[in-house]
Nanobody, 124 residues
Framework: QVQLVESGGGLVQPGGSLRLSCVASGFTLDYYTVAWFRQAPGKEREGVSCMGSSDNNAYIADSVKGRFTISRDNAKNTVYLQMNDLKPEDTAVYYC?????????????????WGQGTQVTVSS
């Protein structure tokens, strides 16, 4: 019953915005580090952003810094990724993830739970 379910992906024109949501089921997100990953066609999976359960600061990949923002709403058991000024290079399947470890641990060891992914396509 432990699940992460992403939504909010779709087709958007360059310069547009999307807000991805990830709802946790079967566990309480409050106690978990949350993160977003993406995998573009022909490329390796990359970390996009991460936020610890007690972090004051989020961790943002250089490729999306200034454009993407991670946030969470523990009351809704949901993590978000606000994506602005989208570029064709952002086209990928986006995955949310959760882990008991810190953001560096998530990067090194991988998360405990993965969502199924949501497709984001940026194209004119």
């Amino acid at each position: 019953q432990v699940q992460l379910v992403e939504s909010g992906g779709g087709l958007v024109q360059p310069g547009g915005s999307l807000r991805l949501s990830c709802v946790a089921s079967g566990f309480t997100l409050d106690y978990y580090t949350v993160a977003w990953f993406r995998q573009a066609p022909g490329k390796e999976r990359e970390g996009v952003s991460c936020m610890g359960s007690s972090d004051n600061n989020a961790y943002i990949a250089d490729s999306v810094k200034g454009r993407f923002t991670i946030s969470r709403d523990n009351a809704k058991n949901t993590v978000y990724l606000q994506m602005n000024d989208l570029k064709p290079e952002d086209t990928a399947v986006y995955y949310c993830a959760a882990a008991k470890g810190s953001c560096p641990s998530v990067a090194n060891m991988g998360p405990d739970f993965w969502g199924q992914g949501t497709q984001v396509t940026v194209s004119s």
